[in-house]
């Protein structure tokens, strides 16, 4: 499990005391060393892959969307591991998540003869917001100007201005629940949010699930990606999501849905019941539990085979916990005891009672 060593490892350097310069350094060495490695994994993972599909007998596609993912996943780990970064080690951790989202689109521009329109629409929607990603980071880790002492004699103490010359105030930063992406629910308590995305006029786009309390959500038929931030004590029903779920800061919730990536941040207390194509991966998290797909709808078996999710994989229950590495069975998460799990949830008859934000 490179990727989530690599992930853990930045996230878990020792707070460093004033008097040890010389193990700050030693660590930022290691720092940058994995970040180096880290930007050589997915090209190297897709070399690897190539022969072997055929091998295996697994179609064009099939071997196409397992070595996306892999690349998918060290790209979205070196994001990660740039917001870890001391300051001086910026520079050089922009690059190796630059070179990881490279690998990407090169990845995406060598199968696209092959790939069905779908297909190749979804992966280069992926690779999109990767590099949008990646803007950001580079924009929130620029060198702040360094600080230097100035002659004040030469200039008046307090000159006049002209109001139309001023520059504006500076606008405070955004809180994460009003930049996450795409149309949704937020901000609401105690409501049943129901969506049908099949006769949305968004429909196949990205959602967002933001700061409800003890709501009951149900989202019908496909949508490109899911966010999920500060939900309390929620029960979540999706149908299928073409991409990943990012879903962080939830307690006491419940979540049934289909996807082909999770990745949970931040969570206590939950209770997942996932069909997903690669191994969830948890961070920071504590007493999550893990169950097989429990959901149906009219038209879900349509949406799952659409998503590439009508095959189950059993990965719901191969969860990778990036802060867990030792070789024992993490304590942050398990299995839902077969007699405690929830019953298959037929949705069909819920009605659309939204409240779009």
């Not at 878990?12 to 005391?17: L, V």
């Not at 994001?79 to 070179?99: F, K, T």
């Not at 620029?142 to 109001?163: E, M, T, V």
Request: negative net charge; glycine residues 6%; contains cysteine.
């Amino acid at each position: 499990m490179p990727s989530g060593a690599a992930a853990a490892t930045a996230g878990m350097e020792p707070e460093q005391e004033p008097d040890q310069p010389k193990a700050a350094a030693a660590g930022n060495r290691k720092h940058l060393a994995m970040l180096e490695r880290l930007s050589k994994r997915s090209s190297t993972s897709s070399a690897a892959a190539a022969p072997s599909s055929d091998s295996t007998g697994a179609s064009p596609v099939e071997a196409f969307l397992s070595r996306f993912a892999t690349a998918k996943l060290a790209a979205e780990s070196a994001l990660s591991a740039c917001r870890a970064s001391p300051g001086d080690d910026a520079p050089a951790s922009l690059a190796a998540a630059a070179a990881a989202i490279d690998d990407l689109d090169r990845l995406v521009a060598e199968a696209s003869h092959a790939l069905p329109p779908y297909e190749l629409r979804s992966a280069l929607a992926a690779a999109a917001d990767l590099r949008a990603a990646h803007r950001v980071a580079a924009s929130e880790l620029r060198p702040k100007k360094s600080f230097s002492f100035r002659n004040k004699s030469k200039a008046p103490k307090n000159p006049p201005q002209d109001p139309a010359t001023m520059p504006a105030p500076e606008q405070p930063k955004p809180a994460l629940n009003a930049i996450l992406p795409g149309f949704g629910f937020r901000g609401s308590e105690g409501a049943t949010l129901v969506k049908d995305l099949r006769v949305s006029s968004d429909k196949d786009g990205d959602f967002t699930l933001a700061d409800l309390v003890s709501c009951e959500v149900y989202l019908k038929g496909k949508c490109r990606a899911l966010y999920v931030h500060k939900l309390r004590n929620c029960r979540v029903f999706v149908g299928a999501v073409l991409g990943s779920v990012l879903i962080e800061d939830v307690e006491g919730c419940t979540f049934v849905m289909a996807a082909h990536q999770i990745r949970i941040h931040e969570a206590r207390a939950t209770d997942f019941y996932l069909r997903v194509r690669s191994r969830p991966i948890i961070e920071d998290c504590s007493g999550l539990r893990f169950a097989p797909h429990a959901l149906k709808y009219e038209g879900i078996e349509e949406d799952l085979k659409d998503s590439g999710l009508d095959e189950e994989t059993g990965n719901w229950a191969n969860v990778d916990d990036f802060k867990w590495l030792r070789a024992v069975q993490s304590p942050n998460w398990c299995l839902v005891p077969e007699e405690e799990r929830m019953q298959v949830v037929d949705i069909s008859q819920v009605r659309d009672q939204e409240a779009d934000t």
